[in-house]
C-alpha cells in the first residue's frame, strides 16, 4: 500500500506563503490535499492527477493556492499564498491509488496556523 509522508507547514502571518509537499512510496493515480479546522468537517482544498495536467481547486482558495507534482519524485506540492486566518488548519495530503479507488490513502496532517 502506498504510504504518504508530508512536510511543511507551520506559523504564518496573515497575507504570508507557505509550501506545503507529500512525497508517496509509489505511484498513484490522482493525489490531493485536504484541510480541517477545529470543530468543522475536512473538506477539499485542490487536487491533481498523475497522468494528466489538469487541476483541481476548492472555491476558498482558487487564485490563491497551487498544486504541482514532481513525477520523478513522487511527489506533490501546494504552495499557499496570501493566506487568511481561515486557513488555519490541519492539512492532509490524500492519494487516489488508482481510477477505479476512492480517496483512501491519508498522510499524517500538518499544522498550518495563520495568525498575526
Known amino acids: 500500500q502506498v504510504q504518504l509522508v508530508e512536510s511543511g507547514g507551520g506559523l504564518v502571518q496573515p497575507g504570508g506563503s507557505l509550501s506545503l509537499s507529500c512525497e508517496a512510496s509509489g505511484r498513484t493515480f490522482r493525489m490531493g490535499w485536504y484541510r480541517q479546522a477545529p470543530g468543522k468537517d475536512r473538506e477539499f482544498v485542490a487536487a491533481?492527477?498523475?497522468?494528466?495536467?489538469?487541476?483541481n481547486y476548492a472555491d476558498s482558495v482558487k487564485g490563491r493556492f497551487i498544486i504541482s507534482k514532481a513525477i520523478t519524485k513522487n511527489t506533490v506540492y501546494l504552495q499557499m499564498n496570501s493566506l487568511k486566518p481561515e486557513d488555519t488548519a490541519v492539512y492532509y495530503c490524500?492519494?487516489?491509488?488508482?481510477?477505479?479507488?476512492?480517496?483512501?490513502?491519508w498522510g499524517q496532517g500538518t499544522q498550518v496556523t495563520v495568525s498575526s
Open positions: 491533481i492527477t498523475w497522468n494528466d495536467p489538469g487541476t
Open positions: 490524500a492519494a487516489r491509488p488508482s481510477e477505479f479507488e476512492g480517496w483512501n490513502t
